[in-house]
């Protein structure tokens, strides 16, 4: 019983050393390139590009809240030390779903199979752009 008690013991603090240490000198973040595109199909008043801009920024909102909600260094990257930045342009259609994602430029194939899944996981976004837009975001993986 005791064997099974102390086994356990350090089954948990592996586990513990093993979390610390997975999380411990990496870094995720991402920005916008300046490449954003609203499709402004026909001729607008103010009042309408107004709200297009409004529900852009809104969609842009949930976007930052839920990237940021998946962010994760990808395990196999974390392991091979690999370190590195993708840039993403992708189209966001009128229902607020992915409609194209294309990979821009990629430091490593590990980090843009993450980095892909990573967008993915954002869309739908709950909410619904006046027009759809194409957007570019570029994600850093960093390891310290």
């Given amino acids: 019983m005791l064997k099974k008690i102390f086994c356990l ?3 948990i603090l592996f ?8 999380n411990n000198g990496v ?14 199909s026909g001729r607008k008043t103010n009042e309408q590009i107004n709200d297009i801009q409004k529900s852009y920024e809104l969609c842009q ?12 260094y990808p395990p196999k990257a974390f392991r091979r030390k690999i370190s590195g930045n993708v840039v993403i342009r992708f189209t966001v ?16 194939p590990v980090l843009t199979e993450a980095a892909i ?10 909410a619904k752009p006046l027009e759809s837009f194409t957007d570019c975001v570029k994600i850093c993986y960093k390891m310290e």
Avoid at 61 to 72: A, C, G, H, L, S
């Fill in 9 to 11: 013991s350090i089954l």
């Fill in 15 to 22: 586990a513990c050393f093993s979390f610390v240490f997975a």
């Fill in 27 to 40: 870094k995720i973040s991402y920005g916008y390139t300046p490449n954003l595109v609203l499709e402004l």
């Fill in 61 to 72: 909102q949930i976007f930052d809240e839920r990237i940021k909600q998946f962010m994760v």
């Fill in 93 to 108: 259609s009128k229902e607020g779903t992915l409609s194209s994602l294309a990979v821009i430029d990629s430091d490593s």
């Fill in 117 to 126: 899944a990573l967008i993915k996981k954002v869309f739908p976004l709950g």
